[in-house]
């Protein structure tokens, strides 16, 4: 398995994003990925399960786009 980028075990609520975030490394840069959703943001907490939902999300945008400025951000439906 060839992994485009290597997460970190991060993931929080990130209220200045009203988001839920980790961090990984792309290319040796440190990069913030942002999931704006109303599902998530009315979650407590994310279990494992999710969270590897969201690591394989992330992997699939990845494939098609570039992060700008250090950041991602997803918006889920």
Do not use: C
């Not at 609520?13 to 040796?28: E, M």
């Not at 939902?53 to 439906?77: G, Y």
């Amino acid at each position: 398995m060839n992994q485009a980028i290597l997460f970190n075990d991060d993931l929080h609520f990130n209220k200045q994003h009203d988001a839920w975030s980790f961090t990984g490394q792309v290319s040796g840069q440190k990069i913030t990925i942002y999931f704006h959703s109303m599902q998530l943001k009315q979650l407590a907490e994310i279990d494992n399960y999710t969270k590897y939902d969201l690591e394989e999300i992330t992997e699939l945008w990845l494939e098609k786009n570039e992060p700008e400025d250090n950041e991602i951000h997803i918006e889920m439906r």
